[in-house]
Nanobody, 122 residues
Framework: QVQLLESGGGSVQPGGSLRLSCAASGSIYRVNSGAWYRQASGKKRELVATITRHGTTTYSDSVKGRFTVSRDNAKNTVYLQMNSLKPEDTAVYYC????????????????WGQGTLVTVSS
């Protein structure tokens, strides 16, 4: 079965760094695109960053210059490097990916990671 497995969350002080990972498990052909969302308590889910099949990236204004999304195609993994973390970054972070499971070139499926909690506080 195909799953997105997230890791790397935790508690850090303001100004600290974390690296989140989102690995597609199971037998798949490739991850077409990936995205990171976050949802703070009581707030709506926010799109943080995206990355295409070939590495083109986008970022929300709130994280631009501090976060970097990348991918390792050989490992079917998407990363989010989070630097200069602020208390406002505290949230559950979710990975989302469009996956070509079979390699047929159509009928892609969307998957969500289980979420990983990032807490930034003194």
């Amino acid at each position: 079965q195909v799953q997105l497995l997230e890791s790397g969350g935790g508690s850090v002080q303001p100004g600290g760094s974390l690296r989140l990972s989102c690995a597609a498990s199971g037998s798949i052909y490739r991850v077409n695109s990936g995205a990171w969302y976050r949802q703070a308590s009581g707030k709506k889910r926010e799109l943080v960053a995206t990355i295409t099949r070939h590495g083109t990236t986008t970022y929300s204004d709130s994280v631009k210059g501090r976060f970097t999304v990348s991918r390792d195609n050989a490992k079917n993994t998407v990363y989010l490097q989070m630097n200069s973390l602020k208390p406002e970054d505290t949230a559950v972070y979710y990975c989302n990916a469009e996956i070509d499971v079979t390699g047929a070139g159509y009928g892609y499926l969307e998957f969500w990671g289980q979420g990983t909690l990032v807490t930034v506080s003194s």
